[in-house]
């Protein structure tokens, strides 16, 4: 069974300090890796998907970057408009295609 | 591109009624939706998964007579929350994955509809 842990649940930054979301997972062959970022009231907005090990993508403060076991979502210099909850969720070869969803890191970005 | 929409955003209605909520992929086909029922502060739960001219697919412990999933169209799919109670309250998320881009994988999501039964 596929599985998703994110850590930590919940994250408190002042504003510029950087930091890093993490994202554990088990799958039995990984098609794709996924963060999405959720607004509160709104749907998750996709922000990145990654596909194989050692592979990186970035766009503004934001880094994603994936090994085989897990992948972190870097935030450099986060700004209060970055708070929001951050998921992440992976889809496996072969099968059904749905994708496992991790519960979220809550990230509140203080001025 | 690869936008999402669902209408209504929000919806209030009474006990023992039915509430249809739709979801339009804008700008590409979709032969498969997914539909999320989301609780606060909790993540996505998936419902079922609609397919284009054939019958949803539901997860375990959906009551697929309460939920009705129709995907008339590469554009569009409806749930329909039957006979509502108030325990059906809740936050429901579609999301599509672009046919036309199948080698990303990447789900797309509505804003969600925000159901509350009273």
């Known amino acids: 069974e596929d599985q998703v842990t994110q850590s930590p649940e919940a994250l408190r930054l002042q504003e510029g300090e950087s930091s890093s979301l993490n994202c554990s997972y088990t799958?039995?062959?990984?098609?794709?890796l996924f963060w999405y970022r959720q607004d509160p009231g709104k749907g998750p907005e996709f922000l990145f998907t990654l596909y194989s090990a050692g592979e990186e993508k970035e766009k503004e403060r934001l880094k994603a970057t994936l090994t085989k076991k897990e992948s972190f979502l870097h935030i450099t210099a986060p700004k209060p408009e970055d708070s929001a909850t951050y998921l992440c969720a992976v889809q496996a070869s072969g099968g059904s295609y749905i994708p496992t969803f991790g519960r979220g890191t809550s990230l509140i970005v203080h001025p | 591109g690869a936008v999402v929409s669902q209408h209504p955003s929000r919806v209030i209605c009474k006990s023992g009624t039915s509430v249809k909520i739709e979801c339009r992929s804008l700008d590409f086909q979709a032969t498969t939706m997914f539909w999320y029922r989301q609780f606060p502060k909790q993540s996505l739960m998936l419902m079922a998964t609609s397919n284009e001219g054939s019958k949803a697919t539901y997860e375990q412990g959906v009551e697929k007579d309460k939920f009705l999933i129709n995907h008339a169209s590469l554009t569009l799919s409806t749930l329909t929350v039957t006979s509502a109670h108030p325990e059906d309250s809740s936050f429901y998320i579609c999301s599509a994955e672009d046919q036309g881009r199948r080698s990303s994988y990447e789900q797309y999501f509505g804003p969600g509809t925000r159901l509350t039964v009273t």
């Open positions: 799958v039995s062959g990984l098609r794709g």
